[in-house]
Nanobody, 122 residues
Framework: VQLQASGGGLVQPGGSLRLSCTSS????????IGWFRQAPGKEREGVSC????????YYADTVKGRFTTSGDDAKNTVYLQMNSLKPEDTAVYYCATSTVGQSCPPTSWVSWGQGTQVTVSS
């Protein structure tokens, strides 16, 4: 599965961004799709997971209530809507997939997209 993440940018604290994860050649509906982030000097952190085929979702405590993940099957795209952004949300964000048919959380993440930078600063 080849993935491409996009939608990052510079936003002020309290602002919003929507990230997109698209795939060419694979139907994301049948996979668990995760969003991760990594800030400089920090370990990679799991942010969210969605599995379209069973509707399962989960969120890290650090983003619960502010971030929402969703899928658009017609566009073969998974989104991460990020609201009420904080400076500590600054990181490179990545999307990843499981093997086909897994729910959230999957046993492993096998394909990764390139990251998109999110910077929250005034």
């Amino acid at each position: 599965v080849q993935l491409q993440a996009s939608g990052g940018g510079l936003v002020q604290p309290g602002g919003s961004l929507r990230l997109s994860c698209t795939s060419s050649g694979s139907t994301l509906h049948y996979y668990a799709i995760g969003w991760f982030r990594q800030a400089p000097g920090k370990e990679r952190e799991g942010v969210s997971c969605i599995s379209g085929h069973d509707g399962n979702k989960y969120y890290a405590d650090t983003v619960k209530g502010r971030f929402t993940t969703s899928g658009d099957d017609a566009k073969n795209t998974v989104y991460l809507q990020m609201n009420s952004l904080k400076p500590e949300d600054t990181a490179v964000y990545y999307c990843a997939t499981s093997t086909v048919g897994q729910s959230c959380p999957p046993t492993s993440w096998v394909s990764w997209g390139q990251g998109t930078q999110v910077t929250v600063s005034s």
